[in-house]
């Protein structure tokens, strides 16, 4: 819902990086993205379209890597990966976890000419 | 040839930074802030308004109302007494922190003990972006059904607070309480909850005993949170 700005966040740091490293042209982007952070790909690729125009990045490549999400059950320590539309603990049935994978955002890497 | 430069930067930095800017400034001035946020309809303005009315004789409350269009918010809680400033955001869903950095200038911060943030009515932006506000709050509605952790559990693993208002019309609408109160249990065990009507004012003494003592804490110490 919100990837307009969330896109513009990303062009300001890559172009800021590119800047940084004295880059003629921002050539590709790899995003990496938790499963529980609410980021829809094709938004984000529709905008970018849209406002890297005309930029040093325009037409770069973006490239996304997910992160499944990783449960750690608080009762019997168990690390999982929930199944879609529950978050129980698949040996104890616990409900109570701590995420320790899932929501990453954060851009890892530019390539540049 | 392509040169790879590694960057691993948060999307939400430049929010982010502004977010602790924010924060600064209410821990300077010694005022207590909340981001309050809601579906729409759920009674953030209804909770302002009695906040206010409750609070309005020990404390001088300041309003930041966020809103898509028009001043209706900023003109109830200004009505109750609150200095109040509204934000039309303009279609944008959420507010973020460079919209109440903006808004603060408006403000006094020297003159105001307790700060309240009404958020854009909306259960998936906001959660996202951080306002550096000390409390983020939620208000749930019993009408808008139970299942709502589960539906948004983003929003409900990011709150200190838990508001569920309009409890007056339990009788009168399918509402499991055991059943919504174990999802928020499972995404946010031990967050704080209150049971409210703005409507009966039942539970209202409650939520402004709580947010007295917090106003009275940042006051006494403002390295406390």
Redo the contacts between chains.
């Keep these: 819902m919100h990837e307009l700005p969330i896109t513009e966040s990303i062009l300001e740091i890559s172009l800021r990086h590119a800047r940084q490293a004295n880059a003629k042209r921002v050539v590709g982007l790899y995003l990496v993205i938790g499963q529980l952070a609410t980021v829809i790909d094709d938004s984000v690729q529709f905008y970018w379209d849209i406002i890297a125009k005309d930029t040093i990045a325009e037409k770069a490549l973006l490239h996304f890597k997910r992160i499944p999400t990783t449960l750690q059950c608080l009762e019997c320590q168990l690390q999982y990966n929930p199944v879609e539309d529950t978050f129980d603990c698949p040996d104890c049935n616990s409900t109570r976890f701590k995420i320790i994978k899932g929501n990453e955002f954060f851009l890892e890497a530019i390539d540049v000419e | ?15 982010d930074k502004i977010a602790l800017q924010n924060r600064a400034s209410f821990d300077q001035a010694k005022v207590f802030s909340l981001n309050l946020m809601a579906s729409p309809g759920a009674g953030k303005t209804s909770l302002v308004e009695e906040t206010v009315k409750g609070l309005a004789n020990r404390f001088h409350l300041g309003v930041i109302d966020g809103d898509i269009a028009t001043s209706l918010d900023a003109d109830r809680a200004a009505a109750a007494g609150a200095t109040a400033i509204q934000i039309n955001t303009g279609g ?3 507010l ?1 922190a460079v919209m109440v950095q903006k808004a603060l200038l408006k403000l006094v911060l020297d003159q105001i003990d307790l700060l309240i943030v009404e958020n854009v009515g ?1 259960l ?2 906001p959660a ?2 951080k306002l550096g506000t000390h409390k983020n709050v939620l208000i749930a509605s019993i009408p808008e059904g139970d299942d709502k952790p589960y539906k948004y ?2 929003i409900y ?1 990011g709150i200190d607070v838990l508001v569920i208002n309009k409890i007056d019309l339990l009788p009168y609408v399918p509402f499991r309480m055991d059943y919504f109160l ?1 999802g928020v ?2 995404l946010n ?1 031990g967050a704080k909850t209150f049971l409210l009507s703005c409507r009966t004012k039942e539970g209202l003494e409650d939520w402004n005993a709580w947010i007295s003592g917090q106003i009275d804490t940042t006051k006494r110490d403002k390295q406390s949170r």
Excluded: K, L, Y
């Design positions: 040839m392509p040169n790879r430069i590694t960057v691993v930067e948060s999307i939400f930095s430049a929010n944008e869903c959420h973020d909306n998936v932006c996202s972006f559990p983003g693993q174990r249990e499972i065990p």
